[in-house]
Nanobody
Framework: QVQLVESGGGLVQAGGSLRLSCVVSGSIFSIADMVWYRQAPGKQRELVST?????STNYADSVKGRFTISRDNAKMYLQMNSLKPEDTAVYYC?????????????WGRGTQVTVSS
């Protein structure tokens, strides 16, 4: 009933930029925190950035000053600048949604970001 769909990934050279998007759709009463995670090959999924319903943001140390998270209603964005090869990963969006089934966390299927050196 609730779907999250990411887009905007791709192949980019080091130093380049990408803008990821996440759209939440379905039976939604409200959306609380929205989060970007990423998972590199052979590594655990890690938190990249969060944005609260009120607009408060947090970033992993590894992306501070390079990535900017934002949201607009049921959409969330991640502007990624000065990309590095170590940013290569599948990027997932996560949202805490209040819907007909109560308050639950939902995941998208991910979008691949590859940064070449």
């Amino acid at each position: 009933q609730v779907q999250l769909v990411e887009s905007g990934g791709g192949l980019v050279q080091a130093g380049g930029s990408l803008r990821l998007s996440c759209v939440v759709s379905g039976s939604i009463f409200s959306i609380a925190d929205m989060v970007w995670y990423r998972q590199a090959p052979g590594k655990q999924r890690e938190l990249v950035s969060t944005v609260s319903r009120g607009g408060s943001t947090n970033y992993a140390d590894s992306v501070k000053g390079r990535f900017t998270i934002s949201r607009d209603n049921a959409k969330m964005y991640l502007q990624m600048n000065s990309l590095k090869p170590e940013d290569t990963a599948v990027y997932y969006c996560n949202a805490v949604v209040h819907g007909p089934l109560g308050i639950r966390g939902y995941w998208g299927r991910g979008t691949q970001v590859t940064v070449s050196s």
